[in-house]
T-cell receptor, first 114, second 115 residues
Framework: AQSVTQPDIHITVSEGASLELRCNYS??????LFWYVQSPGQGLQLLLKYFSGDTLVQGIKGFEAEFKRSQSSFNLRKPSVHWSDAAEYFCAVGDPGGYQKVTFGTGTKLQVIP | DTGVSQDPRHKITKRGQNVTFRCDPISEHNRLYWYRQTLGQGPEFLTY????????KSRLLSDRFSAERPKGSFSTLEIQRTEQGDSAMYLC?????????????FGQGTRLTVV
């Protein structure tokens, strides 16, 4: 069964600093990979996705993620964090052979300090 | 297109009561999913519809839970005899099936509180 691990429950960064959120997945082949963001009390917004091709994917709001097959990782990065980026971030893995049901990690809550 | 819409946004109910939530997916999407999210956790898959057919149900979906999508458009999720452990955010998502590559779009969720 597919699974996702987000080892960092909570991260605090200063505004303007760089950010990297870690994600490791378990899947038998190359999965579909996603990063979603959730603001308090809100639904999930897709930041970016990886299906195939270039392993560095660009998303919305200046985020990017790199798929590393050898490490089973799909870490999310942003070069300069803004206060509005404070939210919870979820990595997710989907089954290419199925109907795109996704399995989510437990999330990383990002706090941005001035 | 206004995206995936869920109603109500919030529901407070007494233990033992029945509740029903509605999800309106993006109009051209034939795939619809329900997820449940408890505090501090990621969303967990509950059930999946392709058109009007319910093709998968998670073991999380006890006998008290039932979901329908009668005409392949909107969907309802009903919880009978609610328990305090049912308190959670219930998220609906939809996706299309043009080719194999697509992603799910989520609604804003229905937050259920059972008192």
């Amino acid at each position: 069964a597919q699974s996702v691990t987000q080892p960092d429950i909570h991260i605090t960064v200063s505004e303007g600093a760089s950010l990297e959120l870690r994600c490791n997945y378990s899947y038998g082949a190359t999965p579909y990979l996603f990063w979603y963001v959730q603001s308090p009390g809100q639904g999930l917004q897709l930041l970016l996705k990886y299906f195939s091709g270039d392993t560095l994917v660009q998303g919305i709001k200046g985020f990017e993620a790199e798929f590393k097959r050898s490490q089973s990782s799909f870490n999310l990065r942003k070069p300069s964090v803004h206060w509005s980026d404070a939210a919870e971030y979820f990595c997710a893995v989907g089954d290419p052979g199925g109907y795109q049901k996704v399995t989510f990690g437990t999330g990383t809550k990002l706090q941005v300090i001035p | 297109d206004t995206g995936v819409s869920q109603d109500p946004r919030h529901k407070i109910t007494k233990r033992g009561q029945n509740v029903t939530f509605r999800c309106d997916p993006i109009s051209e999407h034939n795939r619809l999913y329900w997820y449940r999210q408890t505090l501090g956790q990621g969303p967990e898959f509950l059930t999946y519809f392709q058109n009007e057919a319910q093709l998968e149900k998670s073991r999380l979906l006890s006998d008290r839970f039932s979901a329908e999508r009668p005409k392949g458009s909107f969907s309802t999720l009903e919880i009978q005899r609610t328990e305090q452990g049912d308190s959670a955010m219930y998220l609906c998502a939809s996706s299309g099936n043009r080719g194999l590559v697509t992603e799910a779009f989520f609604g804003q969720g229905t937050r259920l509180t059972v008192v």
